[in-house]
């Protein structure tokens, strides 16, 4: 069975970097599309970023576009976040989840999603 687990969190001051990790197993990893979402306390979970099977565009939330940047190497299967200018509010459990030959306008919203991932925190002081 495919085992999908977020890596890379930690603690960083305001305007920080930190790039998270998303490794995930099964042998079509090329088939799935990927999202990054993130739950802050008392707060529903987001999709924030999505990056598909098809080489199509990435696609971000507002909150997110021009600081996050998502990537995937399908030789490695890893998907990235690349996250810069940190700010508090980007405080959250972020984690990765996948769909089989989804659309990131699905994936990133939560549906058709085959795998969650395990979460990792990140927190940004001011």
């Known amino acids: 069975q495919a085992h999908m687990m977020a890596s890379g969190g930690g603690s960083v001051q305001a305007g920080g970097s930190l790039r998270l990790s998303c490794t995930f197993s099964?042998?079509?990893?090329?088939?799935?599309?990927f999202a990054w979402f993130r739950q802050a306390e008392n707060r529903e979970r987001e999709g924030i970023s999505c990056?598909?099977?098809?080489?199509?565009?990435?696609d971000y939330v507002d909150s997110v576009k021009g600081r996050f940047t998502i990537s995937r190497d399908d030789a490695k299967k890893i998907v990235y976040l690349e996250m810069n200018s940190l700010k508090p509010e980007d405080t959250a459990m972020y984690s990765c989840?996948?769909?089989?030959?989804?659309?990131?306008?699905?994936?990133?919203?939560?549906?058709?999603?085959?795998?969650w991932g395990q979460g990792t925190q990140v927190t940004v002081s001011s």
């Open positions: 990056i598909p099977y098809d080489g199509a565009p990435a």
């Open positions: 099964p042998p079509d990893f090329d088939r799935f599309t």
């Open positions: 989840a996948a769909g089989l030959v989804s659309r990131c306008r699905e994936t990133i919203r939560g549906r058709d999603v085959s795998y």
